[in-house]
């Protein structure tokens, strides 16, 4: 029997990230200061973000040197493993070859970390003594929470209110760390406070999240504010997760015919695609890469590209992103870091390029997704996982209706001990499908700022 798990040494981690947009055939559109609508420059964004951090988002250098404190982190971890999905391959009767890059050995349970910890490392550098933030699910919150552990710093974490109820554990997590968790909305914020006032029972969304961390770290001189997704030193982060697949896979002695990830923000699914990508704009391959979201929340499938603020208060630059309307509240569904009305710009730029391909996936199919993935290859995915689980699922049963044998390679973003309570509701039959909300998004995007 041939191998089923592939691993690197540590001394393997990549000692530099990988940055696609220099090699793109047409320049990423420019950040646009909300106010003026002129393109922003470097200065506009200290406020928020140190400057290294600030040059990695503009840089148009194909790779950016990962420094030695962060990679000894990231040997925690890192590199993690690739696994074949023998079980799964043939629990489904499919020829296709099926593998998955394995992000929940982190030690808060998805890729995350992979960028918190050069956050919190160029924050610490610069002198920042406290880090804001908002999270969805907990996952991010959790690996800042972790990151800021390890470098010495202060984290304040505002919560989407409806995984606040739903996932107490995480909060725990992130407070075992030393944050600070507050449920968003709250009434904390100037932002937080119009929400209330409008909707006392708002179930909060990421947008409402950013504008209250971004609003405390705008107040105060010594906080700054980290993003778990979306912009492009984020993503660029995450490619620690394509490159080394790329190695593992020349292990394995395989070469991926179809990609697929996941998209919320679109850190993981970037992290894992855009060395593919690079690899396909070089000629040297031709991936077929695909982008699953949840139904709930289609951005990329049925969002519009155009400019639009990254939170609801209307904080932040304006971007060019697929988006539902930065007023957008998404459906309560349980893959809470799928949960945001935007779209990563260079995702978005890259879609409308043709460079990869976007789907949505309805709730029930993905929880049936990842229980089919349980049961084969042991490990329950976290419920954002489970879309590109049921992307790759679906690749391979085409393959199977087919009669070839393609090679698949997905992320497996994280794992979901910390999301038990949404099996429970999935076996208990509460979870339901939504349909995508036509009206509600007509009406956030009808508020879309001119530009
Ligand atoms: C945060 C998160 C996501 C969504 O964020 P991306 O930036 O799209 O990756 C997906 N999966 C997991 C496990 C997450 O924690």
Not at 42 to 71: C, N
Request: aromatic share 8%; hydrophobic share 40%.
């Amino acid at each position: 029997m041939d191998s089923v798990k592939f691993l690197l040494p540590e001394d393997r981690i990549p000692k530099a990230w990988y940055n696609v947009v220099p090699s793109l055939p047409a320049p990423l559109p420019p950040v646009l200061h909300p106010g003026t609508k002129q393109p922003v420059g470097p200065a506009d964004l200290e406020p928020l973000f140190p400057m290294a951090l600030i040059l990695q988002e503009v840089s148009t250098e194909p790779w950016i040197e990962i420094p030695e404190p962060v990679r000894d982190v990231y040997r925690q971890w890192r590199p993690s493993p690739l696994y074949r999905a023998r079980r799964l391959e043939h629990a489904l009767g499919t020829p296709a070859r099926i593998y998955y890059k394995y992000e929940g050995v982190s030690p808060a349970g998805s890729h995350k970390p992979n960028t918190a910890v050069p956050q919190a490392y160029y924050n610490k550098v610069e002198g920042t003594k406290r880090l804001a933030t908002e999270t969805g699910a907990g996952q991010w919150g959790s690996s800042l929470a972790m990151a800021c552990a390890f470098f010495g710093m202060e984290c304040k974490v505002y919560m989407v209110r409806v995984s606040y109820n739903q996932k107490p554990y995480r909060r725990a997590l992130m407070e075992t760390f030393g944050a600070s968790v507050t449920a968003s909305p709250s009434s904390e914020t100037d932002s937080g406070r119009a929400i209330l006032a409008q909707h006392p029972d708002s179930t909060g969304s990421l947008g409402i999240a950013i504008s209250e961390a971004v609003e405390v770290a705008a107040k105060d001189a010594s906080t700054k504010y980290a993003l778990g997704s979306v912009l492009n030193h984020v993503l660029l982060h995450q490619t620690v997760i394509g490159l080394e697949s790329l190695e593992q896979l020349e292990m394995a002695g395989d070469y991926p015919d179809v990609l697929v990830g996941c998209t919320g923000g679109g850190s993981n699914f970037a992290g894992i695609a855009t060395p593919f990508i690079g690899r396909n704009l070089e000629g040297k391959a031709k991936t077929r890469v695909v982008a699953v979201e949840p139904a709930a929340c289609p951005s990329l499938t049925r969002g519009k590209f155009a400019y639009d603020f990254g939170d609801t208060s209307h904080l932040t630059p304006l971007v060019k992103m697929h988006t539902l309307g930065s007023t957008f509240v998404p459906p309560g569904i349980h893959a809470g870091g799928l949960r945001y009305h935007g779209m990563a710009p260079l995702v978005s730029h890259m879609l409308d390029l043709g460079l990869f391909e976007a789907r949505a996936v309805q709730q029930l199919d993905a929880f049936a997704a990842g229980v089919q993935f349980a049961r084969a290859e042991g490990i329950v995915p976290a419920p954002e996982a489970n879309h590109a689980v049921a992307g790759a699922i679906a690749e391979a049963l085409q393959c199977k209706e087919e009669g070839v044998s393609r090679s698949i390679l997905f992320n497996l973003c994280g794992h979901g001990h910390f999301d038990m309570q949404s099996y429970i509701d999935y076996a208990a039959g509460k979870l339901q499908n939504y349909d995508y909300p036509a009206e509600e998004i007509a009406a956030a995007l009808a508020g879309l700022p001119q530009v």
